[in-house]
Every structure is written in structure tokens, then in C-alpha cells.
């Protein structure tokens, strides 16, 4: 099963690695659109104020002496989510979910869930995701699971928990195309009951392009150009009180063609997989023209860093320090006037011998 991290609840969660966006959670890679599809330019209706959820009041039964019961809420903008699937489990891993000791339950008419007479100890929790294939599961920070702590003779709330749709559509780039504009729009079909749309854009090589939060419309143009790249984007809608309520089914993807630029840096030498003396060491790279500066690291066999994003002006980094014998691998990335990375290159390796 695909597992899609809640980052409304609990804490919240940044897109990691290269995608670096508004905190937010990454959108899962499950279903892509292969075909473009004619875009509806018209405002959607003004959506109404969803309602709010009213008070949860618990009145089900007491737990059996020497166990406690688990309840809590799904909602789905401001209403009950009726037949979601909900389970608590001793263990939830990011790729595999649930493991260990494990109960299930289903919401009821009311949105509500409820463990009875479980065995008191810590849980993680997670529920079916709505119009996606994949389970959300709560989180206490950035990916690790929050845990529920269950007394005996005790009725835990474990909270209300806003569920969100991934059935919003987009439109174009289409996924898997290649377009050759410097600054194209990015499009998608209107969500009836959103209020506004955040948009994310970025690159496979650099820092994200843009988030943009509070977007009435229903399309967005890169307002810099493009580089030679391929790139991912994701669209989310919220309603009016600002609950995410829907989100596309993962990122689209498209490579941009026929620019001047590229988002790549070029390695000069040592080359790919060469053997050089510890006592003379340069490393160098083809000059990248929109280049300010570049950062330069390198790293032993145990992923400790001997080189941590140092600052090289030009386009070669002569390493002054000793470093022992043994396997490394270098990369050098491109910053703007903006000190944000645009380009890198391969991760490259290198031998160095005794001098």
C-alpha cells in the first residue's frame, strides 16, 4: 500500500531533498494523467463557508477493566466522513505501514471511530485516504509517527482529523510532456468547493520556483525562465476557513527543452572514478554562466562529510587539508545572486592514494 503522510495534524512536514517547497506534505507519485485535457478557464462558483464540525461528545461505552478505548473524528470539510477505514497499530513504518499489534474500525455516519478494549500501551494511527489509493498516517513531527498513549479504564480522544481528497485535476504541462517555453502556465481544472489553491513548482536540480498560497485563479505562469530541466509540480485547494480539502494525486511531471541554460554542472576532472595523490587535489568543473558562486562537497565512504558545501568563487576547488587514503565521492552545485542552488552536477567518485 502507498503510504501519504497528514502534515495538517500533529506537525508538519516540508518536502525533503531537492523539492524544497512551503511546509506542506509532498504529494504521493501514485496515478498520472498521461493525456492533456481542455482546460476550464471560468471561475469556479464561489464556494460557500464550510460548516463547522460541531463538538465531539464521547458517549460510548466504558472500556472492560484492565483495557482502554481509542475515538476520534475523520472530517472532510467541515462534515463527517462516513466509512473510512482507521487503524491503530503497535508500529507504523513510512513504507509499510501499520506493523506489530493492530486493531481496526470504521467511521460511522458521524465521521466517528472507536477501538474498544484495547491493550494499554503506545499506538500510531492511521486512516484510509479519500479518493486515492493509500493510507495517511498521523505524524509528531517530520516523519516519524505520533504516538497515542492508552491507560487502562481510560477513553483516549485521539482528535479530529481533516481529511483530504486527492482527486483534483490537472491540466497542463501534461504529465511526461516536454514543452519549449522560457515561462509556461501551469493549469488545472477548478475544485468546486475551494476557496483558493496553493501551486508548487520544482526543479529535479535546484530550489523550488515557487509556492504560491492564496491563488484565486485556476492557472499560474512562471514568472522566470526556465531551464533546461525536468520538473515536478502539485497542485493543493482549501476552503474558506484554510483546511486543505483536496490535492492532485501526486506530481506532474515535464522536461523543458530548447533554452540557453541548463541546470547541470559539469565535472572536469579528477574524472569519474579516478585515482589521484592525497597531496594534490583539484577539483574542477565546467563554468556555468549564470553561476555566482558554487558550493563543493565530498564525502568518505561512510557518508561523513570531508568537504561541507565550501564556497568556491571560481570554477575549481584546490582541497588544502590531508585526507586519508581511501574511497570519496565530490559534488559541486551553482548558486544565484539570490544564494539559491539552480544546478549540480553528477555525483562523482574518486580514489585518493597515499601521497
Same mark, same amino acid.
Given at each position: 500500500?502507498d503510504r501519504i503522510v497528514l502534515v495538517k495534524i ?36 464561489a464556494p460557500t463557508s464550510a460548516p463547522e464540525p ?40 513510512? #513504507? ?16 466517528? #471511530?472507536? #477501538?474498544?478494549?484495547?491493550?494499554? $500501551? ?55 510532456? +516536454?514543452?519549449? +517555453? ?5 493549469? &488545472? ?62 506530481? &506532474? ?31 574542477? &568543473? ?11 562537497? $565530498? ?42 542552488? #539552480? ?13
Amino acid at each position: 500500500m502507498d503510504r501519504i503522510v497528514l502534515v495538517k495534524i500533529m506537525g508538519i512536514l516540508c518536502a525533503l531533498g531537492l523539492a524544497l517547497t512551503a511546509c506542506g506534505g509532498a504529494p504521493s507519485d501514485s496515478g498520472r494523467n498521461d493525456g492533456a485535457q481542455g482546460v476550464d478557464t471560468s471561475q469556479a462558483e464561489a464556494p460557500t463557508s464550510a460548516p463547522e464540525p460541531t463538538e465531539l461528545a464521547y458517549s460510548g461505552p466504558d472500556p472492560a477493566p484492565g483495557t482502554g478505548n481509542v475515538y476520534g473524528r475523520v472530517l472532510w470539510n467541515g462534515l463527517p466522513a462516513a466509512g473510512v477505514s482507521v487503524e491503530i497499530c503497535d508500529d507504523i513504518d513510512y #513504507f509499510d505501514g501499520c506493523t506489530g499489534e493492530q486493531y481496526a474500525a470504521t467511521t460511522g455516519e458521524d465521521g466517528m #471511530f472507536l #477501538f474498544a478494549d484495547v491493550t494499554p $500501551m503506545s499506538y500510531g494511527l492511521e486512516y484510509e485516504a479519500l479518493e486515492s489509493d493509500g493510507w495517511i498516517y498521523i505524524t509528531s513531527g517530520v516523519l516519524d509517527a505520533a504516538e497515542f498513549e492508552v491507560r487502562a479504564d481510560e477513553a483516549l480522544f485521539a482528535g479530529d482529523f481533516d481529511a483530504v481528497k486527492y482527486n483534483m485535476e490537472l491540466v497542463s504541462p501534461a504529465a511526461d510532456s +516536454e514543452v519549449h +517555453e522560457a515561462q509556461p502556465s501551469l493549469a &488545472w481544472q477548478p475544485y468546486p468547493e475551494a476557496a483558493y489553491y496553493e501551486v508548487s513548482l520544482s526543479p529535479e536540480r535546484g530550489s523550488s520556483l515557487f509556492s504560491s498560497h492564496e491563488l484565486d485563479g485556476t492557472s499560474i505562469t512562471a514568472d522566470a525562465d526556465l531551464l533546461n530541466c525536468s520538473y515536478s509540480w502539485y497542485v493543493k485547494a482549501y476552503n474558506a476557513q484554510g483546511i486543505q480539502i483536496a490535492e492532485s494525486d501526486g506530481s &506532474w511531471y515535464f522536461d523543458v527543452g530548447d533554452q540557453p541554460y541548463g541546470c547541470k554542472v559539469t565535472g572536469l576532472s579528477p574524472a569519474d572514478g579516478a585515482a589521484v595523490a592525497g597531496d594534490s587535489i583539484i577539483l574542477s &568543473w565546467d563554468v556555468h554562466d549564470l553561476a555566482v558562486y558554487y558550493n563543493v562537497s $565530498m564525502y568518505d565512504q561512510s557518508s561523513t562529510a570531508v568537504l561541507d558545501f565550501v564556497r568556491a568563487d571560481g570554477p575549481s576547488y584546490t582541497i588544502t587539508q590531508a585526507i586519508a587514503a581511501g574511497d570519496y565521492t565530490w559534488v559541486v552545485y551553482a548558486y544565484d545572486q539570490n544564494d539559491d542552488f #539552480f544546478a549540480f552536477s553528477e555525483t562523482y567518485t574518486l580514489t585518493i592514494t597515499e601521497p
